[in-house]
């Protein structure tokens, strides 16, 4: 194992997880709101606010997916030792990352069942940009409308229709972070 | 202080706290299991909440925590002490001042605003759990969509009644899909539910549920068209700050049958009579 798997993790992990925790629990909140978070400083390709979340929600207990690109060994290194989070394919994770393009097809997913639509993926976005403008999204946790720059339209409308069960979406761009719970409307 | 890890949990219960309230806000309304763990406290005194409180505290944040309204209660003030020495947050009584408040059976009067958080304490959270003690039954229903059992108790609330005579624990449904028990607040508090702009989170630490309602959710009470829903409150003026729209809370100071109606939000009666307000029995 390189030397780079073990730092760039959280140096005071309680504080820093609850700080990132309020600003990502914010934007899962109010979809579309636009949120930094820091803390880590993860081995390329995995964006440093990517790596916050996964270093404030993933440990023994939940399956994660690295998607595409991300699979490769500095981040299967850097994940391993500061969340010890098992590595999995699709249809069995609770979390993944990756790409936009990587991460597809969406149907690969767990959506949880009808009894347990907690038991979904959440999928954590790479974003080439990620700003306030594009798709118009509405739902609960917006007041009127919100605008995010999704990478496609479609895909979050077909997830819509599936509601109680569905995938959330927490997109990532540098150390900003946003987020799309299956209750949203995109258009 | 240093004795403890930041807010009493350990970071793998938090992790495991904070995951479930990230689902609990993509699906409003739906009871979300998760591992209660034991508290230094018993259950029925805010366990659910006050792990839920530990897992979105920060450093920063400024705690409040009422107990029917009032700071002032044993309930209000053992847990606001708890946070005090485990997470070492300032904490207030001041409704605006708070981030973060702990609540047990009110919404503050004051409407609360973006950035502010408030986390309730839940007994039983399963809405369907009186008509219904299984489990298995009611998670059954909550996935068929079957509600209608919640319906014939209403009904029959005004088959016995008169009028739907429910007054706390007021059923509601959450964006047109699962009907969710707010825990026991008086149904004067149901309307505040919906559209609210604060985040609202529900924890039960006995039955190891999470729920929650993110800002601007649709919340409406069940009713019927020919007896709508109702917030009541007592038909009084409070006695010390004369508030008239503020729940009530009645008071026996006699034995002689004497009484007095003051309101259950501590905080609000005091900024009230602070601004000069008088009731009738004012000093």
């Known amino acids: ?94 979390f993944a990352v990756g790409t936009w393009p990587d991460l597809g097809p969406l149907s690969a997913y767990p959506i949880g069942t009808s009894e347990y639509p907690d038991r979904s993926a959440t999928l954590i976005v790479e974003c080439p940009e990620l700003d306030a403008s594009g798709a118009t999204l509405t739902g609960p946790g917006i007041k009127d409308a919100a605008a995010l720059s999704l990478p496609e339209i479609e895909a979050f409308q077909s997830n819509r229709t599936l509601f109680p069960l569905g995938l959330d979406f927490i997109f990532t761009n540098g150390r900003r972070l946003a987020a799309l719970p299956r209750t949203t409307e995109v258009s | 202080m240093s004795a403890y890890n930041f807010a009493y949990l350990d970071e793998q219960t938090k992790r495991m706290i904070r995951r479930a309230i990230l ?53 209000a003030v053992s847990i606001r002490t ?18 973060v408040i702990q609540t047990r059976h009110r919404i503050p009067e004051e409407p609360l605003q973006e950035g502010q958080i408030l986390v309730y304490q839940v007994p039983i959270p399963e809405p369907l759990r009186f008509l219904e003690p299984r489990e298995s039954e009611t998670r059954k229903m909550h996935s068929l969509e079957e509600y209608g059992l919640m319906h014939v108790k209403l009904y029959e609330d005004i088959s016995c009644h008169g009028h739907i005579a429910t007054a706390y624990a007021y059923p ?11 825990s026991p607040i008086p149904k004067f508090d149901n309307p505040k539910l919906g559209d609210m702009a604060a985040i609202q989170l529900f924890g039960a630490g006995r039955e190891q549920r999470i729920y929650a309602l993110p800002p601007y959710t649709e919340v409406v009470s069940l009713d019927f068209e020919d007896h709508p829903f109702e917030a009541s409150k007592a038909e009084h003026a409070c006695s010390l700050c004369g508030a008239e729209d503020s729940y009530l809370d009645e008071v026996i100071i006699d034995d002689a049958g004497g009484r007095m109606f003051v309101c259950s939000d501590s905080d609000y009666c005091e900024s009230r009579q602070a601004a000069g307000h008088k009731g009738k029995d004012a000093a």
């Open chain 2, 172 to 182: 509601v449904k959450v964006e047109g899909r699962y009907v969710m028990d707010p």
């Open chain 2, 23 to 75: 689902k609990g806000l993509a699906i409003p309304g739906y009871q979300v299991p998760f591992a209660s763990r034991e508290m230094p406290m018993p259950y029925g005194w805010g366990t659910g909440g006050v792990q839920v409180s530990a897992a979105v505290l920060t450093p920063e944040d400024t705690f409040k925590v009422i107990d029917q309204g009032s700071d002032d209660t044993t309930n």
């Open chain 2, 82 to 99: 708890f946070f005090e020495r485990t997470a070492g947050v300032e904490t207030t009584t001041t409704t605006s001042d708070a981030s």
């Open chain 1, 1 to 94: 194992m390189q030397s780079e798997a073990l730092t760039g993790g959280f140096t005071d992990p309680a504080v820093q997880s609850a700080h990132a925790f309020r600003r990502m629990m914010e934007a899962m909140a109010r979809p579309g709101t636009l949120h930094e978070i820091s803390g880590a400083e993860p081995p390329a390709p995995l964006s440093r606010a990517a790596a916050v979340v996964l270093l404030t929600l993933c440990d023994t207990d939940t399956p994660v997916y690295l998607a595409g690109a991300m699979d490769c060994t500095a981040v299967r290194n850097w994940l391993a030792f500061h969340t010890g989070a098992p590595l999995t394919g699709p249809s069995r994770c609770m």
